[in-house]
């Protein structure tokens, strides 16, 4: 190594310095017997040419020798020079050498160097190749290059994945993730799936849950067999604003062929979640139709949906996979001010549980704190609050569609810490304190007349209690008198406007967190001292309360939190469930589906950015995305999707399977005008054949 390094040392002073001309043609005639071009010639008195690289080691690099070595070798075949041998495919031989194509091709390599039959051939026949893609590849294998297009990018990868190139593999994928069109994204997933390519079918599936509603009216959709049809229904992800869309696509379906088809309606209808629609839908689309209304299991499952509906305290009782609601059906989460490390928030957040991921959406317009929100119309209503030391009386209105504020009437009482719930129609503020004291004082605001009135006092003045509405009631859980925590609880029965006592917590609870799942009420986290000793332990164990069901479960015992026992209406009690991964007042709680959240809180030492949701099936807590900014004592409250205008008009057109059977098992009047019709165009380049790319 030290004889090559001295040499080399030599050589570039020779070069640098123009001495020793013999050297230089010594190296001239060995150039010429390697055949390395002239280009490459150092003359005396030159430079060594810029793409070369002399390290500080003596070691010698120069950049582009392997696209040269191809380069000559793929001249090399051109001219069938040195080629040993011949892949035929479908007739066509094409020409190779076994050692570049054992480089490029673990496929090859094993062919070649394994005491196989074709290690010693000249000539191959590669059954079941596509000629086109076999020379494409192997122009790639001297190359580098390869042009993908819609009408060659199947039979590649097809070909790549026989060859084992993965490069290959992985191009067509990415060229075919980015011709994804809700006309040709079913083919593009059916064909992945066979040819294994795990990731562009995660890609093709996400793509083809968040466009649904587009992807269902196309002819891949209708022309899936029953399994793929089952398969998509299944999905938990889909992008709907309601279940009637799963309903639409299984009409749709079923319409398409209904003479053939109606024999898999008991295969496909339980997975449409009929619980989840609304009464009226069931009653005007599906007992009206005499193939859903004749068919045994179909009306199983309208049974079933009816008990929902008209046992709302059984509910319990009757969960199924058809009970809880898919990801998008649930609505999005909001959390709205708080107090964080700049003395309180304006931000605004949302949060979605298909991605899940929260989001800053909006900004309040002031920085007020310990107000209340509640949900009408799709608007949240921010109630009450203090800025500084003032105590508010107003009402301001987000709508998060145009991101806009606008004033409401305000409170007759000036109230921050007070709970907010709607109970009804109507929108309640409960409690809280005026600035000088804690209030019992109730007010009621009319949505109609847009006017604030009282209702009937509470039985104790609370500040930072938990309200929720349940079961007709209003319910007011734990918060602070003045002089200690409270334990107590309290409902309100509008029809006789008065407050009674109810079942006391285990714990007293300020700061306490409330939320209502599946007809039960849960207090989380809070503390028992006063708002004044920031450095006081924090809670996290969290309660519930079912003022209905029967126990049927064993009594709790903390070394196996998993077992929950159910609320006994006999003993009228509290009963403890799993507790929260961290101890936290000032959380704030709330339904998101069938989960209740937890969300921020400060554990005494800093505002918290944690979020976890509850599981009441499993008595379990998962944390989930966390808040982008560390928040405790914000409000959060569940705006339900908004049904766009385009579900709406296809929902109203719909025809019910069999509604036309007299004229023939065709589509909906909506169906033939869109199915075909939508998207044959992808980006700007024309869909290889109608409907996109086959699944074949």
């Not at 609880?489 to 006789?496: A, G, K, R, V």
Request: aromatic content about 6%.
């Amino acid at each position: 190594m030290k004889h090559i390094r001295h040499l080399l040392r030599e050589f570039l002073v020779a070069a640098t310095k123009k001495k020793q001309p013999h050297l230089h043609k010594n190296i001239n005639k060995h150039q010429a017997a390697v055949g390395v071009g002239g280009s490459c010639e150092l003359r005396p008195g030159s430079r060594m040419p810029n793409d070369s690289v002399v390290s500080g080691d003596g070691v010698f690099r120069a950049t582009g020798h392997s696209e040269g070595v191809l380069s000559r070798m793929d001249r090399l075949r051109s001219q069938r020079a040195l080629c040993d041998v011949t892949l035929i495919a479908d007739g066509r031989e094409i020409t190779a050498h076994r050692l570049l194509l054992s480089a490029a091709s673990p496929y090859f390599e094993a062919m070649f160097t394994q005491d196989l039959l074709e290690a010693r051939a000249t000539s191959i026949e590669l059954k079941q190749v596509h000629p086109d893609a076999l020379e494409m590849i192997v122009d790639f294998c001297y190359t580098g290059c390869l042009e993908l297009n819609e009408q060659t990018v199947e039979v590649l990868l097809t070909t790549a994945s026989l060859l084992q190139l993965t490069q290959i593999q992985t191009a067509c994928c990415q060229f075919l993730e980015r011709q994804l069109h809700p006309s040709n994204c079913i083919g593009i997933g059916l064909f992945a799936d066979r040819q294994g390519c795990a990731e562009l079918y995660r890609s093709v599936q996400q793509y083809t849950a968040d466009n649904f509603v587009d992807v269902i009216r196309n002819n891949e959709f209708l022309d899936l067999p029953p399994d793929e049809v089952a398969t998509l229904l299944a999905m938990d992800d889909l992008n709907i604003p309601s279940e009637e869309v799963i309903f639409y696509a299984l009409n749709l379906w079923l319409n398409h062929d209904l003479k053939s088809r109606r024999c898999h309606l008991t295969q496909l209808m339980p997975l449409v979640r009929l619980p989840l629609l609304s009464p009226e839908f069931m009653v005007d689309r599906i007992q009206s139709s005499p193939v859903f209304s004749s068919d045994r299991t179909c009306l199983s499952l309208m049974l079933e949906s009816q008990s929902f509906h008209l046992l709302p305290r059984r509910r319990q009782s009757l969960e199924s996979s058809r009970t809880r609601p898919r990801k998008a059906t649930v609505g999005t989460l909001y959390a709205i001010g708080g107090m964080d490390k700049e003395k309180g928030s304006t931000i605004i957040e949302s949060y979605d549980l298909r991605s899940d991921r929260w989001q800053q959406c909006g900004f309040m317009t002031s920085r007020r704190l310990q107000f209340g929100v509640a949900i009408i119309d799709d608007r949240l209503y921010v109630v009450g609050g203090r800025e500084g030391l003032k105590t508010l009386n107003t009402v301001e209105c987000y709508d998060p569609a145009t991101r806009c504020w606008s004033c409401q009437p305000p409170m007759n009482n000036h109230r921050h810490g007070l709970g907010v719930a709607v109970l009804g129609g109507p929108l309640y503020a409960v409690g809280g304190h005026d600035g000088w004291g804690y209030l019992n004082t109730v007010e009621r605001w009319d949505t109609q007349t847009k006017q604030w009135s009282y209702v009937g006092n509470l039985q104790h003045q609370r500040s930072t209690c938990g309200v929720a509405a349940l079961n007709g009631r209003l319910y007011v859980v734990g918060g602070r008198d003045g002089s200690a925590c409270l334990r107590s609880c309290e409902s309100y029965d509008p029809h006789t406007n008065r407050w009674s006592p109810r079942a006391p917590m285990l714990q007293r609870r300020g700061g306490v967190g409330v939320g209502v799942v599946n007809g039960c009420l849960y207090a989380l986290g809070g503390s028992d001292a006063p708002a004044t000793s920031p450095n006081s332990l924090k809670f996290s164990c969290v309660e519930r309360y079912d003022p209905l069901t029967p126990s049927l479960s064993p009594r709790y015992d903390p070394l196996t939190p998993s077992l929950s026992p159910r609320y006994d209406p006999l003993t009228d009690q509290w009963t403890e469930v799993a507790p929260m991964s961290v101890g936290r007042d000032g959380v704030a709680a709330c339904a998101l589906g069938q989960s209740l959240f937890a969300v921020g809180g400060s554990d005494g030492q800093q505002y918290l950015k944690v979020v976890e949701s509850y599981d009441p099936r499993t008595n379990t807590w998962s944390k989930t995305a966390p808040l982008s900014i560390a928040r405790a004592a914000a409000c959060v409250a569940v705006v339900k999707p908004s049904v766009t205008p385009t579900v709406t008009e296809l929902l109203a057109e719909m025809t019910p399977a069999g509604g036309d059977e007299e004229e023939g098992d065709h589509l909906s009047t909506r169906s033939q005008s869109e199915v075909g019709g939508v998207g044959e165009r992808v980006g700007d380049t024309k869909t290889a054949r109608k409907g996109g790319y086959s699944s074949d």
